[in-house]
């Protein structure tokens, strides 16, 4: 049940970063909450002796998940060091590297890319804008602080910027790259 509540609230962060961020994807946002909710319902169904014993075994998940935090929390700094180096070097391979897929883009209308190689097709020209550049240069990774988007390098400006997060699947990357 703590897992799924975790999972949940990772996933209502996820579609508010992408509405926050001014993506247009309004359908794939709500196809996630009814499939949020959907899973609600059924768990709700369960029985009583079979909702005590998920509560068990998710309570031992929920403090394994804590550790792993804590581990992810110690890879902040060095993923956006990474970042840094990576938007430097204009390397789209390297930044691609680091995304957390899907990850939002910008560029334009703004669109979602599913896949490293369609991160990568994007161009390195589009996606390393000078003004990009700037941002991400002036940040300063041990001042970075989570907000509700998650952790946002950006310069003295609030855009352009990148948003690192968790994904859906677990992985803390890029989540979100708005110019």
Avoid at 33 to 59: C, L, N, P, Q, R
Avoid at 156 to 167: E, S, V
Wanted: aromatic share 4%; glycine share 8%.
């Amino acid at each position: 049940m703590k897992k799924k509540i975790v999972m949940t609230t990772v996933l209502a962060a996820l579609c508010l970063s992408f509405t926050a961020c001014g993506a247009k994807e309004t359908a794939t946002t709500e196809a996630a909450t009814e499939t949020v909710i959907a899973e609600t319902t059924v768990e709700a169904e369960t029985d009583t002796e079979t909702a005590t014993e998920e509560t068990t075994v998710e309570e031992t998940t929920a403090e394994e998940t804590t550790a792993e935090n804590a581990v992810e929390g110690a890879d902040i700094a060095a993923v956006a060091e990474n970042v840094k180096k990576a938007v430097a070097d204009k390397d789209i391979d390297a930044l691609a590297d680091l995304a957390a897929y899907p990850v939002y883009v910008g560029i334009g209308e703004g669109s979602v890319v599913e896949t490293k190689e369609d991160f990568i097709a994007l161009g390195a020209d589009a996606v390393f804008t000078d003004a990009l550049g700037k941002a991400i240069a002036d940040v300063d990774v041990p001042t970075l602080a989570e907000v509700e988007a998650g952790i946002v390098m950006s310069g003295a400006d609030a855009k352009p910027n990148i948003t690192l997060g968790t994904a859906e699947d677990g992985i803390f990357g890029i989540t979100g790259i708005n110019y």
